[in-house]
């Protein structure tokens, strides 16, 4: 039987080699006769793990001293409170840029713990681009941004010039492209994209800019315990933990993260150019915005829609559907799709118009 | 080669048979040709995992209408904070039973929210029994207790009568014996034990004790939308519910809690007999007291420690280590550890007490 091409928006594809290796150690982990899910996160074998995890995390974003790496759960929603219970002093304001339905819930979060005021939005144009040119008050605690909006399909091609602490939520393309970890001051994502299965999350901090707020932190919400605890200070997600090892694992043997930067770049070009040339589809965010992570496109005409995902079931093309809130389709190039499986998606677009032409 | 014997006090021994179907869904999930990791946490397949490890759950522990069941992240270390968070009022008070670290710790965060109150407590005794006869106050907003302490070896065999909205923490003997879930208004259990691997907690809450507090709660707290969402509101741990999904079905293959039950008290009574028949070793926790899942001993002469440590990993004994709070030994006999793992314990012990007399 032919290969699934995987386009699905995350939890997402993952390396087959990632996932045989995981298959393995769900049932003999280490030549232990022992599954992984049933030793002790204490172990040697596992705490072996963490540390290659977290050091994997360093290596591949080249991450400097003065900034610590820690596992978590609860997902990016989590991270949403965290930041402001870490950050937002009592007299305060964290300022955000709102680029879509991720960073309005950040903005939304913020808000019960403090003040928060939204710097710019492009909510007017249902999140279509990115805003450019606000600027950023030198008083704020700090500024939000996301970098890739997994459900728009759009992503920031430059960081803004920062005078104040620099937090980003990279959820859907940490891992995707050479960033310069010095330029933030606190680095959160899912692990449910390039790092993952779903289940862990991976934040890098600065460590100076902690322990500046007044309020009290419980401790499964404080950057300092779990730092501290060397991501232990509660039993961790072990599975997702070892998986995402195993990913940046992988991301190492392809050459690290410039080495996969082309690929995406190459595959983002691939089916961009594809929408662009043919004439039955549309993109539908602006052109310097776009994402090379997650690929939005419309059909001009809605009435062959079921046509299109015929030929796209046909082909073994999964994942495609957009999200319910944009509709249409959305293709989804995480580091682990191999530009192969793009391929045939430009040629079942291609094919599809000189059926209609 | 022989069996290991996996003793492990969480993350622990799980059914072979649910390590396997696990190990398959890593690479090909319900004949998908795609791996459980890689789709969509919305998608058909992974929603009837989500119900049916819920509906699981509601039938086995009979959980009463009035009653809902949701799936979380973030451990039963998240509980001591949510529990507060949803249920503590501003001016009202959290009362606590301390019976051990784990209570300790769920005290201490709740105590960053609110007033608390330890109305019992063995610390005393460095947590060897259960505090009996205490008089819970009817204006408390909850009492919270632990039904079994993993690290001590304590469980409560009678849940107290209580005037005010009850709690407990589970987590280390949910489904190992029949409880009425209609005595409680909150139950939470990390699945790390009786239920799946670590990276899902799972929480019972009475729907009418929600609502009632006055603060601001984070989304990612907040019961209701838990509730609201059905387990959904962010991606959750996919692979740590599919799992724990898998280990009540096989719960549910070997006859239910009942019928483990039986086992488990079977289990109990052959390591503690050895226990108090064995010269060389002394329980550590009043007999009353003793857990069913975690029986906890030490070597009268401790210079013999060593030499018990090597017939116990002769024998493939895993995970016998006593935390180190307590010293010691600890068997930690879960649901998936099966009698004859218990008998070859026994047998080290019988053997070794008779190389030494």
């Known amino acids: 039987m032919s290969q699934v091409h995987n386009f699905s928006a995350g939890p997402c594809i993952l390396p087959q080699e990632v996932l045989e290796k995981a298959s393995e150690a769900v049932t003999n982990f280490n030549d232990l006769d022992l599954s992984l899910l049933e030793i002790s996160h204490r172990s040697v074998d596992f705490v072996a793990v963490m540390d290659k995890a977290i ?38 304001v964290g300022v955000y840029v709102n680029t879509g339905t991720w960073a309005s819930k950040a903005i939304k979060e913020a808000g019960i713990l403090g003040k928060v005021e939204v710097l710019a939005s492009s909510e007017d144009k249902n999140f279509t681009y990115i805003p450019k040119g606000y600027s950023i008050p030198a008083d704020a605690d700090y500024l939000h941004i996301t970098s890739n909006n997994t459900i728009f399909g759009t992503q920031l091609k430059e960081f803004p010039e920062c005078p104040v602490n620099l937090v980003c939520d990279m959820s859907s393309d940490i891992f995707s492209r050479k960033i310069n970890v010095s330029d933030f001051d606190l680095i959160y994502a899912g692990a449910q994209k390039n790092m993952g299965p779903a289940g862990a999350t991976m934040v890098i901090v600065k460590d100076e800019i902690l322990g500046k707020v007044e309020r009290a932190i419980p401790s499964m919400l404080d950057y300092r315990i779990h730092i501290k605890k060397e991501s232990m200070y ?124």
């Open 55 to 92: 050091s994997l995390v360093k290596e591949l974003l080249e991450v400097p001293d003065g900034y610590s790496v820690i596992f978590l759960q609860g997902g990016a929603s989590t991270q949403f409170t965290m930041v402001p219970y870490n950050l937002l002093s009592d007299n305060g």
């Open 234 to 357: 509660n039993t961790p997600p072990v599975f997702a933990v070892y998986v995402s090892m195993l990913t940046l694992e992988w991301l190492k043997s392809q050459g690290g993260v410039e080495a996969i930067q082309k690929v995406n770049e190459a595959k983002a070009t691939l089916i961009y150019e594809e929408i662009d040339r043919n004439p039955l589809f549309k993109g539908i965010v602006a052109e310097e915005d776009r994402s090379t992570m997650n690929a939005t496109f419309i059909l001009e005409d809605e009435s062959l829609e079921s046509d299109f995902n015929q030929v796209l079931a046909d082909a073994r093309i999964n994942g495609l559907k957009g999200h319910r809130s944009v509709g249409g389709y959305r293709a989804s190039m995480y580091n682990a799709l191999p530009i192969e499986s793009v391929q045939a998606l430009v040629d079942v677009m291609n094919a599809f118009a000189q059926q209609h032409s």
